[in-house]
């Protein structure tokens, strides 16, 4: 299973993804001016803030010659994981239903979390605990998952929401507490908190490893 | 282009400016929303409602609206 990690100008957590990867397979960073995609079986968008979250977050590293690579290899069916910016990235691109608004703290906050697993039916989350919670950092200002009605029902009656922030976790005022989501093909997945971040008991918890370790098994 | 969050949308900025205005004296203030302003140059005006349905705004949770000055503006 190889991983491949884009870098954007801005990104800051592509090496942990790159790390995160390797424990679970092989990863290679691929330079966002690139196309080719380096055989990999699956593609990170990491954490950061492509170039420089000018105009909104995500909506220029949207369109820079990896992302169109990686929207022909999500069509094909490839696995596409996208942390943080690199959620935000997705739902530019239309990959994943809704957009990531400013939090409703106002505030750039920074807190470990405690994340339920709501399915683990799925490519990211097979490795999970069903009903399981996750402990993961979370670090970003522009968090609040937004989806308007239509939508939000769409994405709860076809099992699209697969992490949900624990009662009382949810600073950021995502609407349904959705902490992470896949599109409806399944092969295409975000979420705000860091699973990369949370793969070594050096920095308190190896729950992010799930997340990874999935991706590993369904790429096989 | 004018860029504004939507209507019925949560808007933070919005409302901690709401918040502070009456703290300065100015009062009867509702409904505050922070946006943007995108100025450019642009040959063909017909291009502009595409740029901001692509990348200008996210029509998802923005509405835009377009303002064509004359050349002098």
Redesign the interface.
């Known amino acids: 299973m190889k991983f491949g990690v884009l870098r954007f100008p801005g990104s800051c957590d592509d090496l942990d993804a790159l790390a995160a990867a390797r424990r679970v397979g092989e990863g290679e960073l691929i330079w966002h001016g690139e196309r080719d995609l380096k055989g990999a079986d699956a593609i990170v968008i990491p954490g950061g803030f492509s170039y420089g979250d000018y ?2 977050a995500g ?2 590293a949207r ?1 820079s010659p990896a992302m169109e690579s990686v929207i022909a290899f999500a069509g094909e069916g490839g696995l596409v994981l996208g942390i943080c910016n690199g959620f935000q990235v997705l739902c ?1 691109a239309h990959l994943l239903p ?2 990531l ?6 505030r750039f906050t920074f807190r470990q979390l405690e994340l339920e697993v709501v399915q683990v039916d799925s490519a990211f989350t097979c490795a999970c605990a069903r009903g399981g919670r996750l402990s993961i950092p979370a670090k970003h200002a522009w968090g ?1 998952y ?3 009605d239509r939508t939000l029902q769409a994405i709860e009656e076809s099992g699209q929401v697969l992490l949900r922030y624990a009662r009382g976790q949810n600073f950021n ?1 995502s609407l349904h507490d959705i902490a992470g989501v896949r599109n409806e093909e399944g092969n295409v997945f975000g979420l705000m908190p860091h699973p990369e971040h949370a793969v070594d008991p050096l920095t308190g918890s190896e729950d992010g490893l799930g997340i990874f370790a999935s991706i590993a098994l369904g790429g096989q | 282009m004018l860029i504004r969050p939507k209507a019925g ?2 808007d ?2 919005g409302l ?1 400016v709401e918040r502070a205005l009456p703290a300065l004296g100015f009062t009867g203030v509702a409904n505050v929303h922070v946006g943007r302003l995108v100025e450019l140059d642009v040959e063909d005006a017909a291009q502009l409602q595409p740029m901001c349905e692509k ?2 705004a ?1 029509p ?2 923005e509405d835009y609206e377009v303002q064509l000055l004359d050349g002098n503006g």
Not at chain 1, 101 to 106: I, K, Q, S
């Open positions: 105009l909104r909506a220029i369109f530019e809704g957009a608004l400013g939090n409703a703290n106002r609040r937004y989806a308007d005022g | 949308i949560l933070p900025q901690a990348l200008l996210n998802l949770v």
